[in-house]
Structure formats: C-alpha cells, structure tokens
C-alpha cells in the first residue's frame, strides 16, 4: 500500500522559513516517481507548488514561490522536502504530498498524481 506522510507545518512569521518533510512508503519504483508538492488555500483549488524526479535531477516551481522555496529529495530515506524561505501571508495552506507514478508532463497539475498525502497545515503571520 502505497503511504504518503507529510510532515514539518506549522506558523511561523511572515519572512520566516518552514521545512516541510514527506515520506514515501509501499512504492517501489521511487526513483521513478515525479514528486510534487501541493497546497490549497481555504475556498480555493489546488495549486502545484514544486516538483522533483525520485532520482534527482529536474525540478519544477510555480512562479509565486521560484526563488523562495526548493524542493530536495533522498533516495535511500525516500522523503522529499520543500524548503520554505521568505514566507509570505499567501503561502497559508494546507500542503500535501502527491506521487506520480509515470512520466508526468506537466508536474504542477494535480491531474498528473496519482497518490497523495493527508496534508500539513502551514500558517504565516503578520
């Protein structure tokens, strides 16, 4: 059974950073895998945040957090992370961990994942 568990919310103050951590289980073809990172915002879709291959290599931002956040991965503790620097009031969400299990052509849709995780909330404050 494939298992996605995030991990690292919390609040923290505009400017401030969060690390947020998700561990992958029960899939054996990590190296594979495009991981991504997700967040949603109350009332509001979900929206791609940053991806990464399993094996290293690409990554992918959407422009609102290019340059503030980056997104890592480890292979043999198969977790990816997203380092979240300059935090502003906007990036208030919850954020989750999704896995595309093929060739995902566009790794910021939701559409390209096929497994999630049950989110971490992430606050900023004034």
Same mark, same amino acid.
Request: some cysteine.
């Given at each position: 059974?494939?298992?996605?568990?995030?991990?690292g919310?919390?609040?923290?103050?505009?400017?401030?950073?969060l690390?947020?951590?998700c561990?992958?289980?029960?899939?054996?073809?990590?190296?594979?895998?495009?991981?991504?990172?997700?967040?949603?915002?109350?009332?509001?879709?979900?929206?791609?945040?940053a #991806?990464? +291959?399993?094996? @290293?290599? $690409?990554?992918y %931002? /959407?422009?609102?957090?290019?340059?503030?956040?980056?997104?890592?991965?480890?292979?043999?503790?198969?977790?990816?992370?997203?380092?979240?620097?300059?935090?502003?009031?906007?990036?208030? #969400?919850? +954020?989750?961990? @999704?896995? $595309?299990?093929? %060739? /995902?052509?566009?790794?910021?849709?939701t559409?390209?994942?096929d497994?999630?995780?049950?989110?971490?909330?992430?606050?900023?404050?004034?």
């Amino acid at each position: 059974q494939v298992q996605l568990a995030e991990s690292g919310g919390g609040s923290a103050q505009a400017g401030g950073s969060l690390r947020l951590s998700c561990v992958v289980s029960g899939y054996p073809y990590y190296n594979a895998a495009c991981l991504g990172w997700f967040r949603q915002a109350p009332g509001k879709e979900r929206e791609g945040v940053a #991806a990464i +291959y399993g094996g @290293g290599g $690409s990554t992918y %931002y /959407a422009e609102t957090v290019k340059g503030r956040f980056t997104i890592s991965q480890d292979n043999d503790k198969m977790t990816v992370y997203l380092q979240m620097d300059s935090l502003e009031l906007e990036d208030t #969400a919850t +954020y989750y961990c @999704g896995l $595309s299990s093929g %060739y /995902a052509r566009w790794p910021l849709r939701t559409t390209e994942y096929d497994y999630w995780g049950q989110g971490t909330q992430v606050t900023v404050q004034a």
